[in-house]
């Protein structure tokens, strides 16, 4: 997928087993799905271990002039194995926040491994075009 933009702290302590080794994750095999439809497109990106910039430039890359109706899932923003911690400097992830704000995205939908101190700190520089997705809520596109 080629990285634009680095990978936070948070993949530090992941690791892929190779014989009797165990490496840094490179995250190779992580995926994005995308599901297009006539007015747009869904994208899903897991945990966004590549980094959720770096995984929303490959969908506008893959599907130049579309626009993004929604984003959802993890931003990987928790600092692993502690989970209070964000595995970024709040600018860093405001950062995140702004830049996301520059894609044609209608709306991102996060939860799950973003972290709560990340969250807040995103949604300070998302607004409304950022929300919570707890287990069990429902959102149609």
């Not at 969908?59 to 194995?81: C, D, N, Q, T, Y």
């Not at 700190?121 to 069990?136: D, I, P, Q, R």
Request: aromatic share 10%; proline share 4%.
């Amino acid at each position: 997928m080629g990285r634009a933009h680095p990978l936070l702290r948070s993949n530090r302590n992941l690791f892929l087993a190779r014989g009797d080794q165990l490496l840094p994750d490179d995250f190779a095999h992580e995926l994005v799905l995308v599901l297009q439809e006539r007015d747009g497109l869904a994208v899903f990106t897991g945990c966004s271990h590549q980094g959720i910039l770096n995984m929303v430039e490959a969908v506008i890359r893959a599907f130049p002039g579309s626009p993004i109706k929604a984003v959802f899932w993890g931003f990987h923003l928790v600092l692993l194995p502690t989970l209070n911690f964000m595995a970024g400097s709040r600018e860093e992830v405001r950062g995140i926040g702004m830049r996301m704000l520059e894609y044609p995205l209608q709306c991102v939908y996060t939860g799950h491994c973003t972290g709560s101190n990340a969250f807040h700190v995103l949604k300070g520089s998302m607004g409304k075009k950022l929300e919570y997705f707890a287990t069990g809520r429902t959102v149609t596109v």
